[in-house]
């Protein structure tokens, strides 16, 4: 009986133990997943920034080739308008 009884309480100690590793080994997983997900969140957090960056400039430089254009657009109506005058005039 006393023999029962030390290898149960040997056979509850060894599994105490090894609960205990698991758990320790579990929690130092969990650590270690909560910090990759972290860093993964910063650098989605600064792709993000570097792209809104990038939208900005290709925004702006769009509205600069529509200036642009726009300028051009005026600059050849006048010119159309001036050869069509010097035209009549000629005829």
């Given amino acids: ?3 029962a009884i030390e290898v149960l309480k040997q056979d509850y100690e060894m599994s ?3 609960f205990e590793s698991l ?3 579990a929690d130092s997983r969990m650590k270690q997943a909560s910090q990759e997900m972290e860093q993964a969140r910063i650098a989605y957090d600064n792709e993000i920034v ?3 960056t990038q ?3 290709q925004d702006m430089q769009l ?3 529509e200036q642009a254009l726009d300028v051009k657009t005026k600059e050849f109506e006048q010119l159309m308008q001036f050869s069509e005058d010097m035209i009549a005039k000629l005829q």
């Fill in 23 to 25: 758990k320790a080994h």
């Fill in 50 to 52: 570097m792209l809104k």
């Fill in 1 to 3: 009986m006393r023999k």
């Fill in 63 to 65: 509205r600069t080739l």
């Fill in 16 to 18: 105490e133990s090894r």
């Fill in 55 to 57: 939208l900005g400039r």
